[in-house]
C-alpha cells in the first residue's frame, strides 16, 4: 500500500495549485485530503468516495476534489489560493468499508503519504 503525494510549491494568492496523490495498492473506501500547519492540529480538507465529495468550509467554491479511477490516483484542484492556505497537505486512505458513508476524521484515516508544502503568499 502507498499513497505518493505532489505538485505542492509556492503561489502568490489568488492563484492556483493542483496537489496529485496515487493511491495504489488496495481498494479505497474514501481518499481524502488534510493539511496541517506548526502548532496546529491536522484538519479534514476535502474527501471523496462513493460518488460523494465533503469539503471543509473554508475552501468551499475553492477546492475541488476528484480521483481517477483507473489510475488510482486522486486529485484537489486548489484555485483563488490565500495566505490562511498555507500548509502541508497530506493524502490518505480510508481502507475499512463503509457502504456509502464517507467518513472525514483524521482518526478514521489509517493510510497516509508524505505530506507536500503548499505556501501561499500575499
Known amino acids: 500500500v502507498q499513497l505518493q503525494a505532489s505538485g505542492g510549491g509556492l503561489v502568490q494568492a489568488g492563484g492556483s495549485l493542483r496537489l496529485s496523490c496515487a493511491a495504489s495498492?488496495?481498494?479505497?473506501?474514501?481518499l481524502g485530503w488534510f493539511r496541517q500547519v506548526p502548532g496546529k492540529e491536522r484538519e479534514s480538507v476535502a474527501a471523496?468516495?462513493?460518488?460523494?465529495?465533503y469539503y471543509t468550509d473554508s475552501v468551499k467554491g475553492r477546492f475541488t476534489i476528484s480521483r481517477d479511477n483507473a489510475k488510482n490516483t486522486v486529485y484537489l484542484q486548489m484555485n483563488s489560493l490565500k495566505p490562511e492556505d498555507t500548509a502541508v497537505y497530506y493524502c490518505?486512505?480510508?481502507?475499512?468499508?463503509?457502504?456509502?458513508?464517507?467518513?472525514?476524521?483524521?482518526?478514521?484515516?489509517?493510510?497516509w503519504g508524505q505530506g507536500t508544502q503548499v505556501t501561499v503568499s500575499s
Open positions: 495498492g488496495r481498494a479505497w473506501n474514501a
Open positions: 490518505a486512505g480510508d481502507g475499512t468499508y463503509a457502504r456509502g458513508y464517507v467518513r472525514r476524521e483524521v482518526t478514521s484515516y489509517d493510510y
Open positions: 471523496i468516495g462513493w460518488g460523494r465529495t
